[in-house]
Structure formats: structure tokens, C-alpha cells
């Protein structure tokens, strides 16, 4: 930077005041500078939020499933739009596999309720299409001859003449909503003293993602008019879940949207955004962290001492910055900025599918003049004023079209990893400075 002598002298050659006070002025103003400030979703998306398995109680030498008179539970999370889809074999036949229909049990009705009670009536039993049928029960000492055909449902009878129950009459399905986006799904084996009476294996179960408002998976585990894949021939031949599994847990993460960034520059040591351990300041940041909507904290921050320049920048196509999405590239956003020598930067973006988590630098923000890959400094935090509900699976969040039904008053705190298995920062987002 420059500076002035400001003895003011009469200067030969008729140099006037007015000329050396505006060279002065000149000098002694802060040196502007630019770099590019860039924020890019590099996760890759999977098409399930949820997924697992269940089994009967039984241990050695009684085999882990479900017998007549019993019942198992599985709980989860789930909001509007999305269902649950599960397969457990018909033990006593020869590939035979309860489920529901796809996309799954519907868990919420049009107006945004859970869905509590007998579901029934949504269970099928379908047929995998890889070993002839026999007459229920002979399977268990004469397995059928392998066939190949597709999944298909069995109503009635199957392609043998072999007649069957509805499904409903073999097995009851409950849901119980307990809250906050949580279920509890019961199936209690009802097939007793049925003319198809059967255990049933230990089984899968699998709730998809949704991206605006589309599930990502609409058939999870089958596919009716298909043929059988993934694994599903070892749980309909045999009860053995093991590989059907492993193929679920390996298209199952928790993945986001990431909303239009805010970008701030400012002079001084204060984090004009927020401070961990204090709560929000209610200046705008929980509509970024709760919605995604920038405008409250925009406009704030121009009062806001130290600050020097705000920024909303949205993605070109989408306005938020999608994930990976098969082939397509994750969203990004690129703003060029200007600085002066000492300002710092921070910056303020929603993790899209949760109540209200927001990425953001550390509370000392960084350096204006900073260069590089600068992700090993953002933070996922709690803004601390709606309660968490599983990321993706969640009715109060905003991409779900819901709005926070259960505030709280916390202080910011960084989302630990325990609660949730919500993916590494690094694995998200990558937040670039390039001079």
C-alpha cells in the first residue's frame, strides 16, 4: 500500500492543493484484489436412504425364522412420498417370496399423515421364476427342476395349478408411527392352521431416496415382468438373505442437495455468520440451514460491521447443486470476488436433506488470499432450531415440503457422526479459492 507525505507544500510548476490531496486520497486507498470462490457437490448418490434385514428369533439348532404365531419388527425413517419394500421367502415352496407391490407400502397419505394400522392388504407373493413349482409344502423334501422365467405375482394359483391364499391371509403387515418420521413395521406370521401354512425366512428391507419429489428406486428389490436379479434367487430358493443384502447396503447413503451458497467477505476477526457454542443469532442463517433461502441473511449482513461484500450464488440450471447423479456430474457454482489485503471469507450453504445443517468454514472463517482446495476447513453444523430427523427420510424437511414441527433453542455445534452414518465433509462438498 502506498503512502502520502502530507506536509502540504507549494510545489513548482504550479502543482494546486486539490491535486496532492486527491493523490493522497488515491494512495492511501486499500489495494483491491480478485479470486474465484467455488463450491462443487461431489457425492455420489445411491437410490436408497434406508435399508437392512430382519430374521426370526430362533437360535442353533432352531433356524432363525419366522414360524407360524410369530412376529418381527423393523423400525426406520421415512417422509412423504417415499415406502417400504421388503422380501422373505415362502419357506415351504420352491421360490416363492413375500412383498409388497412396487414401489412398497405407502407410509404417508396425500394430505402429509402417517399411515398407522393393518397394511395388509398391500403384501403380495410372487413367484421368482427359477424353479417349477410344486404343491405347497412338497418343496421342503423335493426341490422343483430350474426354470427360467420372469417375477411374477401368484394370485390364486401359480403357473402349476397350485392354489394358494391371499397373501393378506398368510401374513399381517402394522405399521405404528411413533413420531418424528420414525415407524415401527410388524410382521406377524398368521398362515396357521391355513391350507398354506409356512415359516417365513429371514428377510430385506429397503426405503428408496427421493429427488424432487421422485423416488430414485421405484423397485428396490424386484421387478415384476423381469427377470430375478441381485441375489433375490438365494432368499427365494433358500431363506438366505446374505447376498440380496450386501447388493442393498451397497446402493444405500445418505446423499443431498446442497442449497444456493452465500458468500460473505469481511474484515476483522468475527465470523459476521455465526460462533460455536452460542445460538443463532437470528439474523437469517436458520432459514438458510431450514430452507435453503438466503434472503433474510443476505440482507442482514449488510449492516453487519466488518462486512464488506455478500453473494448468493445459485447453480446455473438447477439452482441447487445436485449430486452425481449416474452420469451426470455433481452441481457447482463458480463467483469471482474482490478483496482488500486482510479481509477473510466465509460462506454459508444448506445440507438440503435435513432439519436445519448448514456447511460453513470453521468460526475464523479463512484467509481472502487463500489459495487451493480449501475443504479440509468446512464444517457441517447444527444450527441448533429444529429437531433432527434422519437426513433424506424426514417429513419436517424442506424437501419434503415441510416445514420444522418441532423447534429447539441449541448452540451451533458440528454434526457428530455418531447419530447418523452421514458421509465425511470431503465426500460432499468441495469449497475451492483460486487466486
Known amino acids: 500500500m502506498k503512502h502520502c ?14 491535486m496532492l490531496f486527491a493523490s493522497c486520497m488515491k494512495d492511501d486507498m486499500p489495494e483491491k484484489m480478485g479470486t474465484t470462490f467455488s463450491v462443487e457437490n461431489v457425492l455420489m448418490s445411491r437410490p436408497l436412504a434406508q435399508s437392512g434385514t430382519f430374521k426370526g428369533m430362533g437360535t442353533d439348532p432352531v433356524p432363525p425364522v419366522i414360524f407360524p404365531g410369530q412376529e418381527i419388527s423393523i423400525r ?7 415406502a417400504l419394500s421388503f422380501a422373505t421367502m415362502y419357506g415351504w415352496s420352491n421360490d416363492l417370496f413375500f412383498a409388497p407391490a412396487n414401489p412398497g407400502i405407502a407410509l404417508f397419505d396425500e394430505s402429509g399423515m402417517p399411515v398407522e394400522g393393518d397394511v395388509s392388504a398391500q403384501i403380495r407373493l410372487w413367484d421368482n421364476g427359477t424353479r417349477v413349482n410344486q404343491a405347497p409344502g412338497m418343496s421342503v423334501d423335493h426341490p422343483g427342476a430350474v426354470e427360467t422365467a420372469p417375477v411374477m405375482e401368484v394370485s390364486g394359483t401359480d403357473m402349476q395349478g397350485n392354489a394358494y391364499v391371499p397373501a393378506s391371509q398368510l401374513m399381517k403387515g402394522t405399521l405404528a408411527y411413533e413420531g418424528n418420521s420414525v415407524f415401527t413395521f410388524t410382521i406377524r ?3 396357521g392352521g391355513t391350507a398354506n401354512e409356512t415359516p417365513f425366512s429371514p428377510g430385506v428391507w429397503a426405503v ?3 429427488l424432487g419429489g421422485n423416488l430414485l428406486s421405484a423397485a428396490p428389490i424386484y421387478e415384476s415382468g423381469q427377470p430375478t436379479a441381485n441375489g433375490l434367487t438365494m432368499l427365494a430358493e433358500a431363506g438366505d438373505n446374505s447376498t440380496l443384502s450386501a447388493y442393498l447396503n451397497d446402493q444405500t447413503k445418505i446423499f443431498t442437495p446442497l442449497s444456493p451458497v452465500l458468500i460473505v467477505v469481511y474484515s476483522g476477526m468475527e465470523n459476521p455468520l455465526y460462533k460455536l457454542g452460542e445460538k443463532d443469532r437470528g439474523k437469517g442463517l436458520a432459514d438458510i440451514a431450514q430452507t435453503g433461502d438466503a434472503t433474510a441473511l443476505e440482507q442482514s449482513l449488510m449492516a453487519y460491521p466488518g462486512v464488506k461484500k455478500v453473494y448468493v450464488v445459485k447453480a446455473a440450471a438447477t439452482t441447487v447443486l445436485l449430486p452425481f ?3 451426470d456430474a455433481g452441481g457447482s457454482i463458480e463467483q469471482r470476488i474482490e478483496y482488500s489485503e486482510g479481509d477473510r471469507i466465509t460462506f454459508a450453504t444448506m445440507f438440503g436433506y435435513s432439519n436445519d445443517w448448514f456447511y460453513s468454514f470453521g468460526d475464523e472463517g479463512v484467509s481472502a488470499a487463500a489459495s487451493g482446495d480449501l475443504s479440509d476447513k468446512v464444517k457441517l453444523l447444527d444450527n441448533g432450531t429444529a429437531v433432527d430427523q434422519y437426513p433424506g ?6 424437501a419434503f415440503g415441510g416445514m420444522p414441527q418441532t423447534p429447539e433453542s441449541k448452540p451451533i455445534q458440528v454434526v457428530g457422526m455418531e447419530t447418523y452414518p452421514v458421509p465425511a465433509v470431503q465426500d460432499i462438498i468441495r469449497v475451492k479459492l483460486m487466486q
Not at 76 to 82: D, I, M, R
Open 5 to 18: 507525505n502530507h506536509r502540504v507544500t507549494l510545489l513548482a510548476g504550479g502543482l494546486s492543493l486539490s
Open 76 to 82: 426406520f425413517s421415512a417422509g412423504k412420498g417415499q
Open 189 to 191: 406370521n398368521i398362515s
Open 208 to 210: 428408496s431416496n427421493m
Open 325 to 327: 447423479l449416474g452420469d
Open 393 to 398: 427420510a424426514g417429513n419436517s424437511q424442506g
